[in-house]
């Protein structure tokens, strides 16, 4: 085990671990007041934060989602408790050592759990851990006892042996007993409050915590209120409504990077070189979730706080206004879909500053023009960059029937003229075949073929076939290898097919399927009027209407659309798929979840997915660019059938 999952670990067991015959010998004073909110007793010098603000909370709103729905009706609900039992059955191995029923575990969080990283001035980081713990029928008071009595096991074991025989238990004067021991020549310190169990590996700062907590200043650190990048950053994840999330994150990762290489001149270098890159610009990322709010199911903020004027990466990711609708082309049946628009000439002029600030102005065209230009005959900015409209379409597309890998990517750049951009990609297309023609037995890397009038630029498809046999005679060896050996007869390895990149000119767009011979054509086909749009879809419609009444009808620099229930129906086409059926009966001896999860199924197999399907709703969301940096805003609305 590493020093950081042991360091986990520690934090973890001496929030179970405080001695509850010390706690109730001692009792706590009554002055100790209620837990303020816990961005009033970290400090400012927090430069890292998970926080759940109520575990039962969340739980209980999660139960209200289509995915929470879905798991109680009754149609499935049988399946999912057996394979909880079938979890249990497996815990079941491990529990003589653990000393604590599965069920115990489960119920124990009950109120807030946070995690920080705290980087104290000139400091390595420390950490710290605040749960709130049920006590519900002694489960707490069991729960600590036996974490107590795993301690000074998982102590003693550290290199020297020493480490129990150093752990000590201190009452302040507050009346917080405090216990420490060590894991890593890391000095694990930790108190209880009712119910509320606080673990730090500073003991300072558990001490300026406390402080916080009876509501005395600490002196020259304030809390984490005085944050300005945290306050920044959750006033604008947080919306119009003083609701608390159900969660919320903040990271400052060039602090956390600063902190976490003190002493590292090696990793210090480094960091010092993220000007240089305009990394430098980037203050903090956070955001927050929120459920059952209104008519959403799920809302989600993600804020990039970027300190202006932009340098480097920041200033190159120049993104412009966008619009909703999406291409022509793009199927119905898509799971994911993402617009965003960049203004290409102005990336690819600050990529050529960031370049040459590592080398010498000019470098970087010189770069360009003997490696691209000359090898293949054009002039990249002029040819290519300039003739890039901006907009860039990405989504994911589900190909039957159900595999592992059948989900495809589609990607789409709009073009200014895209009648000279194909005689241009003709132009490399041969260029790169020409310089393999002379050669004895040489296979073209591209060939065109032609589907329903356009033109496809892919590998020549003998080529693909080949290379897709011999995958399949080298698995076929090992699973014949892996039968002798488990003395199985007739189990058979997954069947993948693997395609190479293709590209087309349609729509206005340079169209790239990364993966899949059946996207390309489907993507010709709904371009000709021969499927379903994504475009006239109603449910699209409904998340474009949302996005506009958020957003004011303000554009944003991209947008986003999901479809749960395609990726849902996926999930339960595979699981009833031959492939995953020869899988189970394959780990069948060996696993006993597998094992577990086979009969499962065999007993209560899954329903039609069309009973379920009332339960989801699309996503959608968008990203603006202001003063303070990139935001974005995810949602999940209700169904409408509700």
Not at 143 to 172: C, F, K, Q, W, Y
Not at 492 to 521: R, T, W, Y
Not at 570 to 585: E, R
Request: contains cysteine; hydrophobic residues 40%; charged residues 30%.
């Amino acid at each position: 085990m590493n020093s950081i999952s042991k360091l986990s670990l520690a934090l973890l067991l001496s929030v179970l671990a405080v001695p509850i015959g010390l706690v109730f010998a001692s009792p706590q004073s009554d002055s100790i007041p209620d837990r303020p909110k816990t961005e009033l007793i970290l400090p400012e010098t927090t430069v890292a934060l998970l926080q759940l603000p109520s575990f039962q909370d969340a739980v209980e709103k999660l139960r209200e989602t289509g995915m929470g729905q879905m798991i109680a009706d009754d149609s499935i609900a049988p399946l999912v408790n057996g394979l909880w039992e079938e979890a249990g059955v497996a815990y079941d191995d491990v529990k003589e050592q653990v000393g604590i029923e599965l069920s115990d575990l489960t119920s124990l969080p009950d109120g807030e759990i946070t995690f920080a990283v705290i980087a104290p001035r000139r400091s390595k980081p420390e950490y710290l851990m605040l749960m709130d713990l049920s006590g519900e029928d002694g489960l707490l008071d069991r729960v600590m006892e036996r974490g107590r009595e795993l301690i000074p096991e998982d102590a003693a074991a550290e290199e020297g042996g020493g480490a129990a025989s150093e752990d000590e238990t201190v009452a302040n004067e507050d009346g917080f007993e405090i216990e420490a021991f060590n894991v890593d020549n890391k000095r694990i310190h930790f108190f209880q409050h009712e119910n509320t169990v606080v673990a730090c590996t500073s003991l300072g700062e558990l001490n300026d915590l406390i402080e916080r907590w009876m509501g005395r200043e600490v002196k020259k650190t304030r809390p984490l209120t005085s944050n300005r990048k945290f306050v920044t950053i959750m006033k604008r994840c947080t919306g119009n409504q003083d609701l608390d999330p159900e969660f919320r994150f903040f990271v400052d990762p060039i602090a956390v990077a600063k902190s976490s290489t003190q002493g590292d001149a090696g990793a210090r270098f480094v960091i010092n070189m993220l000007p240089l890159l305009g990394l430098d610009s980037l203050s903090a990322i956070g955001g927050t979730m929120f459920l059952d709010e209104e008519e959403y199911e799920s809302v989600m903020h993600a804020h990039v706080l970027l300190t202006n004027p932009r340098t480097g990466i920041f200033a190159m990711l120049a993104f412009k206004p966008t619009e909703y609708e999406p291409e022509e082309f793009v199927p119905l049946s898509v799971v994911n879909h993402m617009m965003v628009s960049v203004d290409a000439p102005k990336a690819y002029a600050e990529l050529t500053k960031i370049v040459d600030s590592f080398m010498s102005p000019g470098d970087f065209e010189n770069m360009v023009e003997k490696n691209v230009n000359e090898e293949l005959g054009l002039d990249l900015k002029e040819d290519i960059i300039d003739s890039i409209d901006g907009r860039m379409t990405w989504f994911q597309w589900i190909e039957e029937p159900a595999i592992v890998n059948s989900t495809r990517s589609g990607v789409a750049f709009r073009l200014k003229d895209p009648e000279k951009f194909e005689m241009l990609l003709d132009k490399i297309m041969e260029r790169a075949n020409g310089d393999l023609g002379d050669k004895d037995n040489a296979t073209m890397p591209y060939e065109k073929r032609d589907y329903h009038d356009v033109m496809v630029y892919a590998e020549p498809r003998a080529k693909i076939d080949d290379r897709n046999k011999r995958m399949a005679e080298r698995r076929n060896r090992r699973v014949k290898k892996r039968n002798q050996k488990n003395d199985k007869d007739g189990q058979e390895g997954m069947e993948l097919h693997v395609e190479s990149p293709q590209m087309a000119i349609f729509g206005d767009c340079l169209v790239i399927a990364a993966d899949s011979d059946g996207l390309m054509k489907t993507m010709i086909d709904t371009f000709q009027g021969e499927g379903e749009r994504l475009v006239d879809d109603s449910n699209y419609a409904r998340i474009v209407d949302e996005s506009r009444r958020l957003l004011s009808n303000e554009l944003p620099m991209a947008n986003f659309y999901s479809d749960p229930k395609r990726q849902v129906k996926w999930l339960f086409d595979l699981a009833g798929s031959d492939q995953t059926k020869a899988v189970l009966s394959g780990a069948d001896e060996d696993n006993k979840f597998m094992s577990g999860l086979k009969r499962r199924l065999d007993e209560n197999p899954l329903p039609e997915f069309e009973q379920l399907e009332k339960y989801f709703s699309q996503s959608g969301g968008y990203m603006t660019d202001d003063d303070t940096g990139l935001h974005m805003l995810f949602f999940t609305l209700k169904n409408e059938a509700e």
